[in-house]
């Protein structure tokens, strides 16, 4: 009987062990998800705070004029920040300030006239260097 008793003690603590290395093999392999997981959103956290993101919107004024408003969107300063609109029959630049350097959530205008016949869309490309890059370009398409 007691040769019995000691053996289920033995087989209770075995598995007992078995059981906390077994648990505490699953939590550390979550804790190093979570520290792998915290290290990626810490770098792009670093990478997010180098960048400048540059967009436009236009603002309708009284007859065919356009306020093209481009701002930086970005945590970071926008550098020879070169606005390209096409040469299109239809509408001319009045003002174009560029290059220019753009700070984080400011902006500049550049003044239009459209005509009649003019295209209601137009694509228009933005240059410019940031402390993440110092060749970015975008393209994006507004409405006239």
């Keep these: 009987m007691e040769i019995a008793g000691l053996v289920i003690s033995i087989i209770a603590l075995l598995l007992a062990l078995f059981t906390y290395f077994k648990h505490d093999l699953k939590i550390k392999k979550q804790a190093a998800l979570i520290n792998k997981y915290q290290i990626e959103k810490i770098e792009k956290e670093k990478t997010g705070e180098k960048k400048a993101v540059i967009e436009a919107n236009v ?15 970005g945590k970071s300063i926008a550098k020879n920040v070169i606005v390209t609109i096409p040469n299109i029959d239809g509408f001319q630049v009045i003002n174009n300030p560029c290059p220019i350097d753009i700070k984080p959530q400011s902006g500049i205008e550049i003044s239009l006239i459209v005509f009649m016949g003019s295209p209601d869309k137009i694509d228009i490309e933005y240059n410019w260097s940031d402390d993440f890059s110092d060749m970015n370009n975008d393209k994006q398409t507004i409405q006239l």
Aim: aromatic share 6%.
């Design 59 to 73: 603002i309708k004024g009284n007859k065919g004029t356009r306020q093209l408003r481009i701002y930086n969107k």
